[in-house]
Structure formats: C-alpha cells, structure tokens
C-alpha cells in the first residue's frame, strides 16, 4: 500500500534542463506533487537519444513531466515562455549564464519580472573564480578529491554512478523547498543557485574536516587505514563474493563463533577493537580461509539473526531479482512513448510506513503536452505553431 501525501500539488513548475543534474531537480518536486512541464526545443531534449550508459538518464530523471516544445531562438518562442512563466511557481533551469542572458531570462531579469517566481539554477558552479567554467560530473570529482579518494594511489576513478549530478539535483529541489517556506512568509520569489562542484566537495568534507584536524592526508579508500577489525570483501566456497563487517567488540565474537574461530575469538591480545585493527595483517587471511571453507547461503542464513553486516557483491541489473527491492512500493512502472514500460526505484523514504504513491510517472514524447498547456495559457494554435517550431495537428 502507498500513499498519495503530495505537498507540493497545486504548484507549476517549468522546467528547462538537461542532462541529469537538473532533471533530477524537476523530477523531485514532481514526486512531491508539482506539475512539472518540461521544455524541449523542437527536435526534442538531446538525452533522449543518448545510447550506452546514457540510455537510462532520460527515462529515470523525467518521469511524470509534461513535455512543450519552444523555440526559443524565436521571438514567439520566448514570447511564450514568458506566458508560462506568468503562471509558474518555480523555474528549473541548467544553461550557462551566457545562453540563458543572450536569451533574456538571466535570474535577475526573471526576478524583477515575476516577483514571486522561485528561480533555481543548477550551475557548476557557485558565485566565483570558477563560475563560468564547464563542468561535468567526471570534471568536479576529479577537481574536489573525490576521484582520488576512489581509486587507488595514481590511478583517479569517478565512481560508479552519477551520484553527484542526482546529489546537486536534490540539493537544488532542497533549496526550493527552503524559498517555498521563505515565500509563504514574505510573498517573494528568489534566485537559488546550486553547484556541482560545490556538491562534491560537500561529499568528500569528511576527508577535508580529518586533514584540517590531524593535518595529515588520508589515503584514497582503497588503501584507507581501517577502523573496523573486519570489513572487507571475501570468497566462499562456492566462489562467491561476500563483503563482511565486524565494527565492534561484540561483533568481532559473533563473527569468529560462527566461523568457528575460538583460537582468534579466545586470544588475549584480541580482546580490544584496536588490538583487533592493529592485528588485521594476521587476523584477515585467517578469516578468509574459514569463510572459503563455508557456502554463501550458508553464511547469510548464519549472519542476518546474528547482526553481522553483510552483503552480497551484486550488479545493477540484479535488483530487479531482490526481494526488498521488489516489495511494495519499491519499484515504479514507467511507460516511454512508443509503449515500452520499465520499472525504476522510488523514492528512498517512507511516510507513516508508506512509499508514496507512484502513479502518473511516465514519459511524454516530445511536445506531447505543447497544444493543451499554451492553449490554456491563451495562446491560439497559431501562436504555438510559431512558438513550438512544429506542426500543430488539426
């Protein structure tokens, strides 16, 4: 069972992005509840025809969205985003401050225009030296650290996801949220601006707060020095992949009882969680040889009663065979345009023990949404043939 708690229902907002970082931001606020219009130019968001690892940006991040076509080098184009703008509570937009002034809807013009328009721009990055580089995901992890701390010593990886871009689109619908509370005091819109830089480093501040402390670096994590007796990956006997922790005192003799390690469990000089750390050369081939001796189902049988963090290495594609995953509420059905469905997660948060409700999530094709949403916003079907760019059917 779900629930349909939309807090944001009654509220517009138009939404011209790209890529993941800003859609991400569109998408949140729909969840929420928002009615989310989507801008395309006339041949359609670039995205949507990405191939590859790119193939899933699109239909992850512009779930439920209307999608309008403008052509926005028009002056009827522009002409019609002003129009929407008269009605929307927030503006989305990811361009660069040059594209978007050259355009005419640089923040502060749209500030002073629309009084009470929320403006949230999903940039690079912040006010600064560096505000009009180009920045991508891969850029500011290698910028900030958070590329070196994930691979090992001189070989810099950015990690397995695009996490950043998705973490800047939820801090730039979190900022929204902040000024819709700001605007319910004092009536006014405001200019938000998020940084995929700045998000990064906020990611890797634990690294940045421990050298500031201790004034010594700490190594990428592959090589990190540990603070748990056991957290590592091992082999069972069946030549699986399991990753094992054993962060306390009382896990550490949990651990070695059901492995059947008494000697390691019984040690004196094994008694303390840093004697446990400081031993770990001699301690972990120890454990793995007992975990080689045991089958994978038979540990994770033995783990889960007993507390012992544990998982198995899994790839993406496998969650769609998990259980948890495949609960109630875990997954939701999209459709695409031409009748395709696929299944993506939900939000990762529950209200009073419910997901919310995830209905309404598919992907409109492109301008499928432009006649009904100028119509209402007065325009006639010729205004929209020239501000779309497109043939507007009969």
């Not at 397995?160 to 979190?174: E, H, Q, R, T, V």
């Not at 707060?209 to 056991?230: K, L, N, T, Y």
Request: include cysteine; charge should be negative; glycine fraction near 10%.
């Amino acid at each position: 069972m779900t629930t349909d708690i939309r807090p944001l229902a009654g509220l517009r907002v138009v939404e011209m992005t790209h890529m993941i970082m800003g859609p991400s931001c569109g998408m949140f606020l729909g969840m929420l509840g928002a009615e989310v219009i989507k801008i395309e130019p006339p041949e359609g968001d670039k995205t949507r025809a990405l191939t590859g690892m790119g193939r899933g940006f699109y239909p992850t991040f512009n779930r439920g969205k209307k999608s309008i076509t403008l052509d926005l080098k028009s002056d009827a184009g522009r002409d019609a985003l002003h129009r929407l703008l008269e009605t929307a509570d927030v503006f989305v937009e990811n361009f660069r401050d040059q594209s978007l002034a050259g355009m005419g809807f640089a923040p502060e013009v749209l500030r002073a225009r629309y009084p009470r328009l929320i403006v949230s721009s999903l940039k690079g990055f912040l006010k600064g030296p560096y505000e009009n580089r180009t920045a991508m995901d891969e850029v500011v992890q290698m910028m900030t650290g958070m590329a070196y701390m994930t691979g090992p010593t001189g070989r810099p990886l950015r990690i397995g996801s695009s996490a950043n871009d998705i973490m800047g689109g939820l801090f730039g619908a979190f900022a929204v949220l902040a000024a819709l509370l700001e605007r319910g005091k004092d009536g006014k819109g405001h200019v938000l601006r998020t940084g995929l830089f700045e998000n990064c480093l906020f990611l890797v501040a634990q690294h940045m707060v421990q050298f500031d402390i201790e004034g010594r670096e700490a190594p990428p994590m592959p090589e990190r020095e540990f603070s748990w007796p056991v957290y590592d990956i091992f082999e069972t006997s069946d030549g699986r992949q399991i990753f094992i922790g054993a962060v306390t005192e009382g896990q550490w003799v949990t651990l070695c009882n059901i492995l059947g390690l008494e000697s390691l469990r019984d040690d004196p000089g094994l008694q303390k969680r840093m004697d446990q750390i400081e031993a770990r050369d001699r301690t972990i081939p120890i454990v793995a040889e007992a975990v080689r001796a045991r089958a994978f189902d038979e540990l994770l049988q033995a783990f889960e009663p007993a507390g012992i963090p544990f998982s198995p290495i899994h790839r993406p594609a496998e969650m769609y065979d998990d259980p948890h995953v495949n609960r109630a509420g875990g997954l939701f059905t999209s459709t695409l345009p031409e009748g395709t469905t696929y299944r993506a997660p939900a939000m990762p948060f529950e209200i009073d023990d419910k997901p919310l409700c995830g209905d309404g999530l598919d992907i409109a094709a492109i301008g499928a949404d432009t006649r009904a949403v100028l119509s209402a916003a007065g325009l006639s079907d010729e205004d929209i043939a020239r501000a779309s760019g497109m043939e507007m059917p009969a």
